[in-house]
């Protein structure tokens, strides 16, 4: 069974750090390009930030540069999203998705074709 698996959410005051965790399980993420999304009640879908599929290539979405860093493994078929500084507006469901692209670069903007089923992130006091 293809499917990538998010761990690392929880509950985190404003200014906290959490670390999330995109396992692939089934196929391999070499050739593959990362993308985190997220999404709350009521919003629309958000690209927060993608890898390419060797890690040389990273796109940020304004909202959340300099806070978040993306960083993958391909040893171990996982990528990591580190959020530093946490503000209660990074409150959401956060998605990995993988699409197959071989060439060092990425997009927040392109149709993934896995995606994981989401992990709750919230920031409050």
């Known amino acids: 069974q293809l499917q990538l698996v998010e761990s690392g959410g929880g509950l985190v005051q404003p200014g906290g750090s959490l670390r999330l965790s995109c396992a692939a399980s089934g196929f391999t993420l070499d050739y593959r390009a990362i993308g985190w999304f997220r999404q709350a009640p009521g919003k629309e879908r958000e690209g927060v930030l993608c890898i390419s599929s060797s890690g040389g290539y990273k796109n940020y979405a304004d909202s959340v540069k300099g806070r978040f860093t993306v960083s993958r493994d391909n040893a171990k078929n996982t990528v990591y999203l580190q959020m530093n500084s946490l503000k209660p507006e990074d409150t959401s469901i956060y998605y990995c998705?993988?699409?197959?692209?071989?060439?060092?670069?990425?997009?927040?903007?392109?149709?993934?074709?896995?995606w994981g089923q989401g992990t709750q992130v919230t920031v409050s006091s």
């Open positions: 998705a993988a699409v197959t692209s071989p060439a060092d670069y990425c997009s927040r903007y392109v149709w993934y074709e896995y």
